[in-house]
């Protein structure tokens, strides 16, 4: 483990901890954000026929880089009306909330922030932070839109919350366990391991497992991209209703944390989602270091094929974004509560059954 | 001092600073935010005395749903209708009285009591013990809980409806 070889090197405890903690943000979040908008713009422009950004770097590429140091030079704009001390929090805040999200993420079997027992219950905890940011943003920001959004944007994640944890509770019926590298080790080998293909067992109950697991795969997938407030349940932040939702009165790098925390959330959603059906960071095929005896190239492409499903499944939220339309505030709560819910605890119940019979 | 210690007196002081604001401040708004950093502290420590799942339950149920419901009925409440909600001090001397008998009380309780202590090393995973012990051993209260918590819910349901 990576803490265990800080620890040999400084020799302290404290240090070697902030030094671990810091990790995911410089190496992981940063550079990912950097590419993700990046992506995001390009997926948009090609879908919409366009080309996107081509002048800053080969196809646009450095085309962030540029937005960055742009936004880092805006002047910091503070609304007169507004509630200072809580107007500066909240971007704090909501960017912690996603950022700690990440302690429990198991990018490969040697880094894993923390290898708690309860990753996954972990992971939804904390978004509740990121709950309670967004409100403050919308309050404190002193205008109507941004109160909409605030609103229905904490309406939106409690309401999808539990979707998502009725799922996670159909997984650990089968698999016994919360913890994330736990859940990994168990779908090792080769793809047919994935829980989305039933699990590491065999015989019958693996066959049945399969129409199950697509279905919780299905609801999880639409309630984290609902969680994340992407489109087509990106209501609190509707351009054509609320400007901005609760980011409207944001500028410069306050804007910025806002963003780098959805980019971050996005690729947090989508890691549990992998970690969940798709094996996590085990390869489908095995791995190549196993082969040519080279041990030390196995955590390497664990994290490779890690990075490579989170960012798949990234890559389909901007592929649904740039696809469908937005629901209304209505039909958002109906496929919550009169689809989804009830769906997962069919599920949910079916599930348990076969794990007891 | 160990990461431990330092980890402690962080949490212990998010917790006690947070929650003296909770109390003193008029800002309505103010004190459920304020309150959100106490629950956060109070989870910090329940992790610290090897309490992870209650830890975890208090984030999810504390601060993921019932702070955020009373964010809403605060902010819906105090802005928006421009009501200013009154949070002054009224009846001093009874208040004092009472919260000096209160807290006299709770330190009689916290000196005289003979507190078990046993030296263990920490649990390493308390889920599944909790988890054996509520479906097992506790499975009738369990069930009991719930049914009393949906026969709540169908109550505030069927008068929100009038």
Known sequence: MIYDYLFKITGSEIISGVIQSLLPLLFFILPFALFAVWLERKVSAHMQDRLGPMRVGYHGALQTIAD?????????????????????????????????????????????????????????????????????????????????????????????????????????????????????????????????????????????????????????????????????????????????????????????????????????????????????????????????????????????????????????????????????????????????????????????????? | MNIYDAIFYLFAVVTGLSAFFVVTTRNIVYAAFFLLFTFFGVAGIYVLLGADFIAIVQLIIYVGGILILLLFGVMLTNKITSVQIKTGTLQIVPAAVGVGLFAGFLIAVLTYTEWKTVDTALPLTTTEFLGVMLLQEYLVVFELLGILLLIALIGAASIARR
């Open chain 1, 68 to 357: 960055i140091i742009k936004l880092i030079q805006k002047e910091d704009i503070v609304p007169k009306e507004t509630d200072k001390p809580l107007f500066n929090i909240a971007p704090v805040l909501v960017f912690a909330g996603s950022y700690a999200a990440f302690a429990a993420i198991p990018f490969s079997s040697v880094f894993i922030g923390s290898t708690i027992d309860l990753g996954l219950l972990f992971i939804i905890a904390v978004s509740g932070l990121v709950v309670a940011g967004i409100l403050m943003a919308g309050w404190a920001s002193n205008n109507k839109y941004s109160l909409l959004g605030a609103m229905r944007s904490a309406a939106q994640i409690i309401s999808y919350e539990i979707p998502t944890i009725l799922v996670i509770l159909s997984i650990v019926m089968i698999t016994g366990t919360l913890n994330l590298h736990t859940l990994s080790e168990m779908q090792t080998a080769y793809f047919w391991n994935w829980m989305i293909f039933g699990g590491p067992g065999s015989g019958l109950d693996k066959i049945i497992f399969i129409p199950l697991m697509l279905l919780a795969f299905l609801i999880i997938y639409l309630s984290t991209l609902a969680e994340v407030n992407r489109t087509p349940f990106d209501i609190p932040e509707a351009e054509s209703e609320l400007v901005a939702g609760y980011h409207t009165e944001y500028s410069g790098m306050k804007f910025a944390m806002f963003f780098l925390a959805e980019y971050a959330n996005m690729f947090a959603v989508s890691a549990i989602v992998s970690a969940l059906f798709f094996g996590g960071y085990q390869s489908p095929f095995g791995y190549i270091g196993n082969y040519i005896g080279l041990q030390w190239l196995v955590p390497i492409e664990q994290f490779f094929w890690f990075t490579a499903k989170g960012v798949f499944f990234v890559f389909v939220q901007m592929w649904l974004r740039w696809t469908l339309p937005r629901l209304r505030v209505d039909q958002l709560m109906a496929v919550c509560w009169k689809y989804l819910i009830p769906l997962s605890f069919v599920n949910l119940i079916i599930i348990g059954l076969i794990t007891v019979l």
